[in-house]
């Protein structure tokens, strides 16, 4: 008989706080003191089709973590505007607290790691918010909160008030290098006194905030030109070359693996570009570039991008791409084993938990 999992929520405070890494963090630490994980998804966001219900985040992790199909839970159903829709009108209600069968402890491992809801509230319709969530399936929670300033507090301590003990403590993150002493003598301490326990501050990685080149192409559905072998690159800034040349290589020494955006006849910004740290050119108005350059571009091996688009669109896409930072890349997933490795209390946690290292897993 499977033994009774315990289950462990990790939700947060907001959109894109960094739940995914925070799980495959953990659970890295978990296999290696030899506890059996299972991890699923039950509000799914990007679902690969109905009859898989795997979500894109549960099939990366489920891959990543090298998890049987017995230590993945189905993604119930997917968020979006027509299963809401449909929710909304009264005669087809359905109650998903039902199917959370899928969910009961007897179904194998000694920790289930679930990704909850993008926020709090989100879920409450289908009586699946974050604490309705924890307390269907009687779950612990962690939350994952992006830093933007002390101001983070008012969201956590509102947490605390929802989750009351179900609440084992918060991840801190993507806080910028200075801020951190702020973070650790101020408000730790204060989030520690009301009873929220403070599992990690890990700082800003300009690597965790960026983007690969393959992804840019499939937002701005872009035509590649050259170096299709390199969109494996990751990019960590953008730029604009839409000043003269002077101007332009000012920005571009400052910045590093950086996509700038430029129209295709500026042969100046292009060549200027391309002699710095640039991951990829985006030619913006689908004018083609210049042989030449294309030549210095394939020669340096960097990807030149084409779209079909005004560069006032093309920024505002490259910027939500970079809101919503998906975690797909193995580089991610190193610096996120290294850093959690590091910085969260993991001790702490398993205390928590009631949960006991049983030895070193075998290395995969």
Do not use: W
């Amino acid at each position: 008989m499977p033994r009774s999992a315990k289950h462990l929520l990790i939700g947060s405070t907001e959109a894109y706080s960094g739940k995914s890494a925070a799980i495959l963090g953990l659970a890295f630490q978990l296999q290696e003191m030899g506890i059996d994980i299972a991890y699923g998804k039950p509000l799914g966001s990007d679902l690969n089709g109905v009859s898989t219900h795997l979500d894109a985040d549960v099939k990366f992790i489920a891959e990543t973590l090298n998890l049987s199909p017995d230590r993945i839970r189905p993604t119930l159903f997917s968020l979006d505007e027509a299963t809401v829709e449909k929710q909304l009108l009264v005669e087809t209600q359905t109650d998903y607290r039902q199917i959370l069968e899928y969910y009961q402890p007897d179904q194998g491992g000694d920790l289930v790691l679930l990704e909850g809801p993008g926020t709090l509230a989100e879920g409450a319709l289908f009586g699946l918010s974050l604490a309705q969530l924890a307390e269907a399936i009687d779950a612990s929670v962690v939350l994952a909160a992006r830093y933007h300033s002390l101001l983070v507090v008012d969201g956590l301590l509102a947490a605390k008030q929802q989750l009351g003990d179900r609440l084992l403590g918060v991840l801190i993150n993507d806080v910028v290098p200075d801020q951190i002493e702020e973070v650790e003598s101020s408000l730790k301490p204060y989030l520690e006194r009301h009873g929220v326990p403070v599992l990690a501050i890990l700082p800003r990685i300009a690597l965790m905030r960026s983007v690969s080149v393959k992804e840019l192409v499939n937002q701005l559905k872009a035509e590649v030109l050259c170096s299709e072998d390199r969109l494996d690159l990751m990019v960590e800034s953008l730029t604009i070359g839409a000043m003269n040349v002077n101007s332009a290589l000012k920005y571009f020494r400052k910045a590093k693996n950086m996509a700038v955006v430029t129209g295709g006849d500026r042969t100046d910004i292009q060549l200027a570009a391309l002699e710095t740290s640039t991951q990829c050119l985006i030619l913006t108005g689908h004018l083609p570039p210049s042989p030449e350059i294309v030549s210095r571009a394939t020669d340096l091996e960097v990807p030149i991008l084409s779209v079909d688009l005004d560069t006032l669109t093309t920024v505002e896409i490259i910027d939500q791409t970079f809101g919503q930072v998906r975690l797909h890349e193995p580089i991610k997933v190193q610096c996120i084993r290294d850093l959690m490795k590091q910085h969260f209390d993991m001790e702490r946690l398993m205390t928590a938990l009631e949960l006991e290292p049983l030895g070193t897993a075998p290395k995969s």
